[in-house]
């Protein structure tokens, strides 16, 4: 399906057919969708419908999961349970280009401003506040901007196998790697991507549920975008932003725990510089857990018992 948005910043739009997510049975909760952006807004262009899931007690303390790269919601089915179990909301979005959400078919329709913009636009028209963040690879880059930004709208942040690009640390070699291979490959193997960065291997079914988003090429424009987006160098359009949103960090001090993978090759080790810099970060109890940068596939209801540990100790 195809649709035209109005207005100057018209954007050519596909979504997911829904049949393409009948088939999977692990991921119960029902979606629900928001339109954010609009026509002629350079910013947050528009309208795209976003999907997200919003489970548990309206009144309760709000949890918010942010995926990344190549994923949709379906990384967090391990933790929303647990979650749930502990008497809080959940709430779920996938982000533009991802999941059920739409996705724009021009690579260029993708930035990382417009990225933040989009999920900003969801948590203002679900009314979001007081909102414990758990974000992970991208999910960490729109997150912790957004802490950085508004930092009043969270009262807590756990991040896992994730970081803010400043320009303070150099990417890796198998960073840049990987940016090359996405934007370049004739063929995105997105189950395989996942797979290869998780300790356990994944079934056929799970694969199959990480391939479901993606029918075609021209559904594949966000996916190969997010590396290629990454600011690593000092002229990067983002990088002011990224630098104010650092340093923003270093004033942060509600709680803010690290749970990483340390067996992600990329950022096993990228929580040091987030537990030095953000004052929130002191003494808390941050581990690295027997997980690779998937850390929600292979530690997922451990993440998740952390984060109910983090809002019990901190409410």
């Given at each position: 399906m ?20 009948a ?21 947050c ?29 379906y ?14 909301r959940?709430?779920v ?27 900003r ?5 679900l ?12 999910g960490?880059l ?14 807590r942040?756990?991040v ?8 303070e ?5 198998a960073?840049?790697v990987?940016?090359?291979?996405a ?5 995105l ?16 079914a ?9 029918p ?57 510089p ?17 997980g ?22 901190t409410?």
């Amino acid at each position: 399906m195809t649709s035209q948005s109005p207005g100057p910043a018209a954007l050519d739009v596909v979504r997911t057919p829904e049949e393409r997510f009948a088939a999977i049975s692990d991921y119960p909760w029902t979606p629900q969708y928001a339109e954010v952006g609009s026509p002629g807004d350079d910013t947050c262009p528009g309208p795209l419908r976003m999907a997200y899931v919003d489970e548990g007690p309206r009144d309760a303390p709000v949890v918010l999961l942010l995926h990344g790269e190549p994923t949709w919601g379906y990384l967090y089915r391990h933790m929303i349970p647990v979650l749930l179990d502990a008497g809080l909301r959940v709430v779920v979005p996938d982000l533009v280009g991802f999941g059920r959400s739409d996705k724009p078919t021009d690579p260029a329709a993708y930035t990382y401003a417009r990225h933040v913009a989009w999920t900003r636009a969801l948590c203002d028209e679900l009314g979001l506040s007081d909102l414990t963040l758990f974000c992970q690879d991208w999910g960490s880059l729109i997150g912790l901007r957004m802490v950085g930004e508004q930092p009043e709208r969270f009262a807590r942040v756990v991040v896992g196998n994730g970081f803010l690009p400043a320009g303070e640390q150099p990417p890796t070699p198998a960073f840049r790697v990987w940016r090359a291979f996405a934007r370049w490959t004739p063929v995105l193997p997105i189950s395989r991507i996942v797979d290869v960065g998780t300790k356990r291997k994944l079934s056929k079914a799970e694969r199959a549920a990480y391939d479901a988003p993606f029918p075609g090429r021209r559904y594949l424009a966000g996916a190969r975008m997010f590396p290629k987006l990454v600011p690593t160098d000092a002229d990067d359009p983002a990088m002011p932003a990224q630098r104010e949103a650092w340093a923003a960090l270093g004033r942060y001090d509600r709680p803010f725990l690290c749970l990483f993978g340390k067996l992600d090759p990329i950022l096993g080790r990228g929580d040091g510089p987030l537990i030095a810099h953000v004052p929130g970060a002191k003494g808390q109890p941050h581990d690295r857990l027997v997980g690779g940068h998937f850390v929600q596939e292979d530690v997922g209801p451990e993440l998740a018992a952390g984060i109910v540990d983090l809002v019990r100790r901190t409410a």
